[in-house]
């Protein structure tokens, strides 16, 4: 089993930054695709970011694109979200994910979830 927590969502100014962590632990292979989803209210979960086990390859939403970044440090078992020029449109509950197969996070079916943390852009 891999259980994911995730730390450092809140309110933020529209054209603000606020950066999201998420440790892993259980079974924290080095070789697992780390990706982030989030959720609006009433709207359906969305795709934000993905990559892959070593680093090297990273997707991201068009939504997103140029704004968000997403790093590993997988001697901390960790998986950062980097937000910068947030919008009103950005507020979401932002889920940390994690499977074995990189397409799968990519395609919107990790097999591990975090609980999500709630990311707030105000006008």
């Known amino acids: 089993q891999v259980q994911l927590v995730e730390s450092g969502g809140g309110l933020v100014q529209a054209g603000g930054s606020l950066g999201l962590s998420c440790t892993r632990s259980g079974r924290t292979f080095s070789s697992i695709s780390m990706g982030w989803f989030r959720q609006a209210p009433e709207k359906e979960r969305e795709f934000v970011a993905s990559i892959n086990w070593s680093g090297a390859v990273t997707s991201y939403a068009e939504s997103v694109k140029g704004r968000f970044t997403t790093t590993r440090d997988n001697a901390k078992n960790t998986v950062y979200l980097q937000m910068n020029s947030l919008k009103p449109e950005d507020t979401a509950v932002y889920f940390c994910?994690?499977?074995?197969?990189?397409?799968?996070?990519?395609?919107?079916?990790?097999?591990?979830w975090g609980q999500g943390t709630q990311v707030t852009v105000a006008t």
């Open positions: 994910t994690a499977d074995f197969v990189y397409g799968s996070v990519v395609a919107g079916k990790p097999k591990y």
